[in-house]
């Protein structure tokens, strides 16, 4: 082995971390976002207010409204994303004399009263783009972020391998010390939060498991769809034998909560109105550290027990927790923001580590001052991920206030300007100097996470002031979350820009990069 083992491990420390790393980042901020994804939602679409979707009296004023909307319906489905989740989303199937464009869905608030709120993906878009990239098939997207994580775990081991003084690193960081500097932050993120990275990313792993491995499927069930059959039980409506009244459905849910000791996030009503209706009422996604719900089926006219879904087995427990732990749906606010706080950690461990790389090679270089492509390139790169993805997101939020209310794919309009946005720094980066569009593109940035609490204030009624007078925690916690990433942002480029005050050119000593400046 090439200069003895760990100097092989150093290596292949370094080259995975760097060939994945913008990816792994991208990953990271997305995923650390999405812990507070109810909330971003929440601030989002800001025309929901009101009573709060909470209790078995919400799912029975939503079967009443539904009962009143569209009583000729097939199936109606009834969902809370938990108790932090702004209203209950309504989904129905319309029967076969509705018209064709007829609508199949709702919102509403806790006291059944319909909301119209705009068009927007909210915190789901972020969510879904840490796992399935957005506009790649996702079928190759979650191939190509199950590779990422497994270069993940690569790195992680490795670097372990790596570290000679592994203790000495958790309590070292020196500030404004160019490589070494960089090093220590490195070291710092990766080995404090070293539990919470390696669950991350092995729970990541788990948690598409079956995409990645789907021969245990195909060894005991005779298609993939028997599989996903036994594994998450969906019964389809019966056909129908002549009207009747649906029983009562706040008892039901009560009933429900109380067997399990946990509440319920979702009521599905199968040929409501009918002889033959069922009610199936299942557990939140926050019930439990499992994210596989339980459920009751009822007799839809006496309300009468007729069936349970308890997925308890070995496998599924393991996999439902393992998943869990990933997403953290189950945390406290207390421990929901140690979750954000470990997974900024890992950002910072990762863009640590794509800048260290430049650092460490840029003196080694034959001429620092005139880099051959392959480093500017990686320098460009690092600019439009570490800088640009903060600044999509900030785009993102500006473009849910600025967008007008009106008009078919609002949310797409949303998401395309993320897109513009990142790809705007990319370009950016691409064209100015190094030294230079580094400053620029962290002050940029710091100024659109600034815009975004003023923007909100001056196109909604839920102005931070007027949050904090209301005691809105979510909107005047989401206002003030912008503000301190605009002051890290601002704090990082007004950095840059002091160490970055020599000129560019031809010296005998190499100018600062933004790499060295912080």
């Known amino acids: 082995m090439k200069n003895g083992f760990r100097q092989s491990m150093a290596w292949l420390h370094t080259w995975t971390g760097l060939l994945l790393g913008w990816l792994l980042f991208a990953i990271f901020v997305t995923g650390t976002s999405s812990y507070f994804q109810e909330e971003i939602t929440a601030w989002m679409t800001p025309e929901v207010q009101g009573v709060s979707a909470d209790g078995a ?38 029967g076969p004399d509705a018209p064709e464009d007829a609508p199949t869905s709702a919102r509403l608030d806790g006291a059944g009263h319909k909301v119209e709120a705009r068009d927007t993906r ?30 993940m775990l690569v790195a992680i081991l490795s670097g372990i391998v790596t570290h000679k003084k592994i203790i000495a690193d958790f ?19 990766s080995v404090l939060f070293l539990p919470f990275i390696l669950m991350i990313t092995y729970t990541g792993l788990v948690s598409l498991a079956t995409h990645y491995m789907p021969w245990g499927i195909a060894a005991n069930y005779a298609s993939e769809d028997k599989f996903f059959e036994a594994a998450f039980p969906w019964p389809a409506p019966a056909e129908k034998a002549g009207p009747a009244p649906l029983t009562a459905i ?35 996604p926050d019930a439990g550290m499992s994210v596989r719900p339980r ?8 309300g009468k027990l007729v069936g349970a879904h308890d997925p308890s087995g070995a496998a599924s427990a393991t996999e439902g927790t393992m998943i ?52 500017r390139l990686v320098e460009k790169l690092n600019i439009g991920a570490i800088a640009g993805l903060p600044f999509a997101i900030a785009a993102y939020f500006l473009a849910n206030r600025l967008l007008p209310l009106a008009g078919d794919g609002r949310s797409d309009r949303e998401i395309a300007a993320f897109f513009i946005a990142w790809g705007a720094t990319f370009v950016w980066a691409g064209v100015r100097p190094t030294p230079r569009a580094w400053p620029e593109a962290l002050a940029v940035t710091a100024i659109a996470f600034a815009c975004v609490p003023i923007v909100n204030a001056l196109t909604t009624d839920r102005s931070l002031v007027a949050s904090l007078i209301a005691g809105d925690r979510v909107f005047a916690g989401f206002d003030l979350a912008m503000l301190l990433a605009a002051a890290g942002f601002g704090w990082a480029a007004s950095r840059v820009l002091r160490r970055t005050a020599k000129p560019v050119g031809r010296s005998a000593k190499p100018s600062p990069t933004a790499a060295e400046a912080l």
């Open 122 to 151: 909210g915190g789901a878009f972020l969510y879904r783009f840490h796992y399935d990239l957005y506009y790649i098939n996702w079928y190759w997207a979650r191939w190509i972020v199950g590779i990422a994580a497994m270069a």
């Open 295 to 302: 459920s009751l089926t009822f007799d839809g006219v006496t």
């Open 57 to 94: 009296e919400s799912y029975a004023a939503a079967t009443r409204w539904l009962a009143r909307e569209v009583p000729g319906a097939g199936e109606w489905s009834i969902y809370s994303a938990g108790k932090r989740a702004a209203g209950l989303q309504l989904y129905w199937v319309n």
């Open 324 to 375: 869990g732990l990933h997403a953290g749906r189950f945390a406290s606010a207390v421990l929901r923001t140690l979750y954000f706080l470990s997974g900024l950690a890992g950002c910072v461990m990762v863009g640590s580590g794509l800048i260290l790389w430049t650092v460490k090679r840029r003196a080694k270089l034959a001429d620092p001052d005139r880099p051959h492509f392959g480093f």
């Open 250 to 284: 706040a008892p039901l849910v009560e009933r429900a909560e109380r067997t399990w000791g946990a509440g319920a996030g979702s009521v599905r009503v199968l040929n409501p109105g009918d002889r033959t209706a069922q009610v199936i009422v299942s557990t939140a």
């Open 171 to 189: 309590f070292l960081l020196r500030l404004g010390k160019g490589q070494r500097s960089w090093l220590d932050a490195h070291n710092a993120s």
